[in-house]
């Protein structure tokens, strides 16, 4: 099943880029789109991709509609839907600021719902339709600070598994990997006296992804999948 069609939402981010790097490493196709108006220099070039959406507002029903129809327009198919868009805050319940909650839910939970339902029809068509979500390890035991934040990835977890028992006779896999704290430029900017070879690499966690689309797959669905590196 080489050179499938894979949709990547938040692609334009550090985990997205990774993801959408690599996948074009083992011949895939992919279809970038994020809520930023322009990708990263340098990442169209490196992926080739036949369809480059920016300024997608995911939160929005239709918006998330009109660009996975122009994914499985462009493309001719659609295999996979890997729903990276999210984001995080750390606050506390007592001085943060309560809109932080459903800022999170929706960044984190609706995006991945409105594109996962536009995106269904087409995966449906597919030989071996697979969703591939991000939840996160802090959303198994929640530490101060991380309260809406971690409410918001259990959503994703919750709506993994339910949408992996909807689809599981239509052949379309539902999964969700649960990193740690991933190497990135912010994270190291946040924590600079951590041991940053403890964390996970973006690539790292883009392999374990593109696994989830791969047939070796395929009898894989409702997992939640730790990938923690040494944390």
């Not at 932080?100 to 030989?127: C, E, F, H, Q």
């Not at 949408?163 to 924590?191: C, Q, Y």
């Amino acid at each position: 099943m080489a050179g499938r069609v894979i949709a990547i939402t938040g692609a334009f981010g550090v985990l997205g880029s990774a993801l959408a790097r690599l996948a074009v490493e083992q011949g895939h196709r992919v279809v970038l789109i994020d809520s930023a108006a322009t990708p990263p220099d340098g990442l169209v070039a490196v992926c080739g991709a036949p369809l480059v959406l920016g300024g997608v507002d995911l939160t929005d029903r239709a918006s998330a509609g009109k660009a996975l129809t122009a994914a499985f327009e462009t493309c001719g198919g659609l295999d996979a839907l890997i729903n990276v868009a999210g984001g995080f805050v750390w606050q506390t319940l007592e001085d943060g600021d309560p809109a932080g909650w459903d800022r999170l839910y929706a960044m984190n939970v609706t995006t991945a719902v409105n594109a996962s339902r536009a995106a269904i029809p087409y995966l449906r068509l597919s030989k071996a339709g697979r969703i591939v979500n991000v939840g996160a390890n802090g959303a198994i035991r929640a530490a101060a600070g991380m309260g809406a934040y971690a409410a918001a990835k259990a959503g994703v977890h919750r709506l993994t598994e339910s949408l992996a028992e909807e689809l599981k006779g239509d052949g379309v896999t539902v999964n969700a990997v649960l990193p740690s704290i991933l190497d990135t430029p912010a994270n190291r900017l946040a924590m600079p006296d951590a041991d940053f070879s403890a964390w996970v690499s973006p690539r790292d966690l883009a392999a374990v992804m593109l696994f989830l689309v791969s047939p070796e797959a395929q009898a894989v669905t409702g997992a939640l999948i730790p990938v923690t590196g040494r944390v």
